[in-house]
T-cell receptor, first 116, second 115 residues
Framework: GAVVSQHPSRVICKSGTSVKIECRSLDFQATTMFWYRQFPKQSLMLMATSNEGSKATYEQGVEKDKFLINHASLTLSTLTVTSAHPEDSSFYIC????????????FGPGTRLLVL | AQKVTQAQTEISVVEKEDVTLDCVYETRDTTYYLFWYKQPPSGELVFLIRRNSFDEQNEISGRYSWNFQKSTSSFNFTITASQVVDSAVYFCALSGWPGANNLFFGTGTRLTVIP
């Protein structure tokens, strides 16, 4: 149980284009999903928290208009990197938590984004 | 403030050796949770264990064991008889009382098991 998928696993795009990453909880309903960013050989940095049906909460320094998050259902959250630039190239990982107050986050396999 | 320190950046061991990964945390919360995750080269984070601050019992799961000591704010992870498949980056993480969103990660320890 507690499987989280992400799609795509890898994407290469041109500078200026937008990229959408999907995060799905496959065998449970996720009231809360999280989006992290990880640079090579570094730790995970929380970008934003999204609760189903409400606006995402962004961490300090993360541009809301740049990283659009939608959590339209209990099993799907999307992250759209708008007008991507080379500095947005990174490993993006989502996680999901089953219940409000649940302790454990289960992580997706991540999406490697390369912006040329 | 919450903080997790993994002082060991990289460790290399020869297969079948035991290895301990250190994790020291700081928190002002009286109730909190500690986690270990494994990140193999493929990138996905694999949940290994969750421990709440009320429970200082050590845990063993196969070749893995965890030593939680509140007195020293440490939550160390030991792999016995290491195997090549254990090669990965291991992250220790901390979160506050249930409902707290933030999961604070350490910087990770890269373990390489040499055949």
């Amino acid at each position: 149980g507690a499987v989280v998928s992400q799609h795509p696993s890898r994407v290469i795009c041109k500078s200026g284009t937008s990229v959408k990453i999907e995060c799905r909880s496959l065998d449970f309903q996720a009231t809360t999903m999280f989006w992290y960013r990880q640079f090579p050989k570094q730790s995970l940095m929380l970008m934003a928290t999204s609760n189903e049906g409400s606006k995402a909460t962004y961490e300090q320094g993360v541009e809301k208009d740049k990283f659009l998050i939608n959590h339209a259902s209990l099993t799907l959250s999307t992250l759209t990197v708008t007008s991507a630039h080379p500095e947005d190239s990174s490993f993006y990982i989502c996680s999901a938590r089953e219940l409000a107050g649940a302790e454990t986050q289960y992580f997706g396999p991540g999406t490697r984004l390369l912006v040329l | 403030a919450q903080k997790v320190t993994q002082a060991q950046t990289e460790i290399s061991v020869v297969e079948k050796e035991d290895v301990t990964l250190d994790c020291v945390y700081e928190t002002r919360d009286t109730t909190y949770y500690l986690f270990w995750y494994k990140q193999p080269p493929s990138g996905e984070l694999v949940f290994l264990i969750r421990r709440n601050s009320f429970d200082e019992q050590n845990e063993i799961s196969g070749r893995y064991s965890w030593n939680f000591q509140k007195s020293t704010s440490s939550f160390n992870f030991t792999i016995t008889a290491s195997q090549v498949v254990d090669s990965a980056v291991y992250f220790c993480a901390l979160s506050g009382w249930p409902g707290a969103n933030n999961l604070f990660f350490g910087t990770g320890t890269r373990l390489t098991v040499i055949p």
